[in-house]
């Protein structure tokens, strides 16, 4: 009679790495762990905020359409995309994020006539990295390693 030993269980952290990872950029360094890490980070979202929609909400949208005729949906998915390249350092995943975030807050910024509430949206999306808790951010770079 054969004994069938059970097999060792792999725990999340030392799985091996799936086929998609490899579209995912290892941005962990990015994120912030500790206080002074977390300051600057929430300083730099807030003004990614500002800037990113005053520059692609605002100048990019007036541009496209003024001076090169651009118009409608064409226009907002034209802006959105120029947005997600703008972002190409996260890899293909923040390009299509970016590329969505950007139809989102062009969207926003369309319905409510101001650039005010796109920008608060924004930061606030780049914000949630500056609360995540630490323990939540190291299991997320164990499972990248």
């Known amino acids: 009679m054969r004994v069938r030993r059970a097999a060792p269980a792999i725990s999340s952290l030392s799985r091996p790495k799936q086929w998609w990872h490899r579209f995912i950029p290892d941005i962990a360094t990015l994120i912030p762990t500790t206080g002074r890490e977390r300051l600057i980070f929430a300083a730099v979202a807030i003004s990614a905020g500002i800037c990113e929609e005053i520059v692609f909400r605002g100048w990019l949208l007036y ?82 390693t």
């Open 63 to 144: 541009f496209l359409h003024a001076p090169i005729g651009i118009t409608g949906s064409m226009l907002v998915l034209f802006a959105a995309l120029l947005f997600g390249l703008c972002h190409i350092y996260q890899g293909p995943t923040g390009v299509f994020g970016a590329t969505g975030a950007g139809v989102l807050l062009t969207g926003v910024y369309v319905v409510t006539g101001t650039l005010l509430v796109p920008i608060v949206l924004h930061a606030l999306i780049d914000l949630r990295m500056a609360i995540v808790p630490s323990n939540a951010l190291q299991v997320a770079r164990a499972q990248t």
